[in-house]
């Protein structure tokens, strides 16, 4: 049984893109979240059956703009579709798939020399992947949401939150943000971790 967490604070924010598209959330906080972190929701309207999203933070991609990710224009993407539509976007402190900021970017040293985002951080002594969605599931059962539509590529958010009790009614993809610069490393979701991108074929 995952134990209860519950609304700490609930303010409204106006949120403005580089682009210019702006939003209105309503940014919510937790206490007794299981991992300690302070992750964030941010609610668009109030729909019947919120469309979700969980985003990992990503300050190189999010706030820097970096090009190694698709991170950044993911989380454009659905703050626009899930404003449209209503729901939730949680914004989970998890840099790096989880390992943190500095590891990450002791990661993309190694990948400067050749190995892919996965096999980088294995290199590192640490997990592929160490994101673990048990607070995103509390987060949404503090919020009063059972059944959600997921906006991923991602299987293993849509099984994790299944096992901790959310509805996954359906699964919508986000867009293929594919650059020269990040290819390789969605090519590396697509091969480690089956993420749902159909991506133009590598060169070489």
Do not use: W
């Amino acid at each position: 049984m995952i134990p209860a967490a519950t609304v700490r604070t609930r303010v409204r924010v106006p949120l403005r893109f580089a682009d210019g598209y702006s939003a209105s959330a309503e940014v919510v906080t937790f206490d007794g979240l299981a991992d300690g972190g302070e992750h964030l929701a941010l609610v668009f309207g109030d729909p019947v059956r919120p469309l979700v999203r969980m985003h990992s933070e990503c300050l190189t991609g999010d706030v820097f703009g970096s090009a190694r990710c698709d991170c950044g224009p993911q989380l454009r993407e659905a703050v626009e579709r899930i404003d449209r539509a209503g729901g939730v976007l949680l914004y989970l402190r998890q840099e790096g798939r989880g390992i943190g900021l500095y590891a990450k970017l002791d990661a993309y040293a190694l990948q400067d020399a050749g190995l892919d985002t996965y096999q980088a951080n294995t290199a590192l002594g640490l997990p592929e992947d160490a994101r673990d969605y048990t607070a995103a599931a509390q987060m949404l059962a503090a919020l009063g949401i059972t059944k959600v539509d997921l906006l991923t590529n991602n299987p293993d958010k849509v099984r994790q939150l299944r096992d901790r009790g959310v509805t996954v009614a359906a699964t919508l993809p986000t867009g293929v943000h594919a650059t020269p610069d990040n290819l390789r490393y969605l090519d590396a979701k697509v091969r480690y971790t089956r993420h749902t991108l159909a991506l133009p074929e590598l060169a070489g």
